[in-house]
């Protein structure tokens, strides 16, 4: 048994108030279900049994109460743990050694990383509910596993008992409302010093995100990761931190997953090397070594994994679970061998459908239906990445100058080189198309990348103006 003292700054409530759970933050921080109601601010010495750190959280029936302690010492003891902890955590030099480029964009966003660290480690060790919503790509993930690998260090090292964190793998480009209710719904049962915090990596910068941010507001605390360029008259204000490669002088090929990992790293040390080169990789990063084939294979992996299909067997996509898979040779290479069949598949059918123009200067512009890929009902690929692995191969076989549309239902995924993304301007093309048709919901990407929704009746019309954009004649 361990003695711990401690001051409650988080009950979750259970429809049996037998079940709630509690943490208290002392010299550790600790999870319990207790025999007594407890409040915030309470002060309690508790025995948590040997095996705390176990699968279930533990029960102390008679927890010794002590007088209760004002909010600003709550908040004063918190910041001295936050500072111990954050003391522990270095700097990681390694992405030195990875592209000098990417270490120099790094340190300037430092202040911003470590400010960010700050407010998601309050939340940790006070026990507020905080869910992590990650991008369901390689880039995304690759984010989401830098940040459990950190987490599953802090956690053993600065817990008893559990702390559970809620993960969720994210389908969309922007943090919604139904996304916010969905949030909010599970932050009800809570009762916490530190607001609700939810960790964004790798989408969202999009206007149709304002809705949830101006709900959100005073109600729950955003940290967000992100590489895409942010829209013009983006209220950075709304979110308590924000984090952007493009905010510093850099741009998209800083990737969102390789900065959740220096922001993982800056909180706990951990092995996220690995992580951040497979994230370039998965992006088609300027930065990414293309030749390093363990890279190459875990964005693979990590491009299966995180698609519609069943045929990988995982029922709940969480970064443990990827990890999980990664460090499985055997399984490993059953999931690559079953993802390349399914590829090999999709580029029989896409090379005999493909449609080929001649746009502005002599463009080459590829538009490609993905319904009869999709009817072969295997998930995977999903239509957006494998616009990107099209774009790639007609791009060399083409040597630049090359411009690829894959569309499905209401979306169309557009790719292009980058030796034509200056003057073709992608964002600023799908700007204008949103000013004038009524059809295009919604739109953004980066530089290169971009996605467009459209009124599913109405694809063709989209088409027809995007082509016309880019100057091809019809």
Not at 30 to 40: H, N, P, V
Not at 359 to 384: C, H, K, Q, W
Not at 400 to 411: D, E, H, I
Request: glycine share 8%; with cysteine; charged share 20%.
């Amino acid at each position: 048994m361990a003695s711990l003292q401690g001051i409650v700054s988080s009950i979750k409530s259970m429809p049996d108030p037998r079940e709630n759970v509690y943490t208290i933050i002392g010299g550790k921080s600790a999870q319990f279900m207790s025999g007594t109601l407890l409040a915030l601010g309470d002060v309690v010495a508790i025995d948590v049994p040997a095996d705390a750190n176990g699968p279930s959280v533990p029960m102390v029936t008679s927890p010794k109460i002590m007088d209760a302690v004002p909010i600003n010492e709550i908040d004063s003891h918190l910041s001295k743990r936050v500072a111990a902890v954050s003391a522990g955590a270095r700097w990681p030099s390694s992405i030195g050694a990875l592209n000098e480029a990417m270490a120099s964009c790094a340190e300037s966003m430092r202040g911003a990383l470590h400010d960010c660290a700050a407010i998601f480690l309050r939340a940790l060790l006070s026990g507020s509910p905080i869910v992590v919503r990650f991008h369901n790509d390689g880039d995304g993930a690759c984010g989401a596993m830098g940040v459990q690998a950190s987490l599953s260090r802090l956690i053993n090292e600065e817990f008893f008992g559990q702390r559970q964190v809620m993960w969720r793998m994210h389908k969309g480009v922007s943090y919604s409302e139904d996304s916010l209710n969905d949030d909010l719904a599970h932050f009800s049962q809570f009762e916490s010093f530190t607001r609700p915090l939810v960790l964004i990596i790798d989408f969202g910068t999009t206007q149709e995100s304002d809705a949830a941010l101006v709900r959100a507001a005073g109600v729950i605390d955003i940290l967000w990761i992100d590489h895409h360029p942010p829209y013009q008259d983006f209220d950075r204000a709304r979110v308590k931190c924000y984090v952007n490669p493009w905010d510093h002088g850099c741009g998209s090929d800083f990737t969102a997953g390789a900065l959740a990992c220096v922001f993982a790293r800056s909180m706990h040390e951990c092995d996220v090397d690995d992580f951040i080169r497979a994230s370039l990789v998965s992006d088609y990063s300027s930065y990414a070594d293309r030749t390093d084939a363990k890279a190459m294979e875990t964005a693979a992996l990590l491009d299966f994994l995180t698609s519609g299909s069943r045929a990988h067997g995982i029922s709940s996509p969480t970064p443990q679970a990827f990890i999980d898979v990664l460090s499985d040779q055997d399984r490993r290479a059953e999931l690559l061998a079953t993802a390349r069949g399914m590829l090999d598949e999709a580029f029989s059918i896409a090379m005999g459908d493909l449609k080929h123009y001649t746009g502005t200067a002599g463009i080459d512009v590829y538009a490609l239906s993905f319904e009869r890929i999709a009817e072969l009902g295997n998930g995977y690929p999903m239509p957006g990445r494998f616009s990107s692995r099209l774009q790639e191969l007609l791009e060399a076989k083409n040597r630049g100058k090359t411009l690829t549309m894959v569309y499905q239902g209401s979306y169309i995924s557009i790719r292009m080189s980058r030796d034509i993304a200056g003057s073709v301007n992608l964002q600023g093309m799908i700007s204008r198309l949103k000013y004038a048709s009524e059809y295009i919901e919604s739109g953004g990407g980066h530089n290169e990348a971009g996605s467009i929704k459209v009124s599913k009746e109405h694809m063709d019309h989209v088409l027809r103006l995007l082509l016309a954009e880019l100057g091809v004649r019809q």
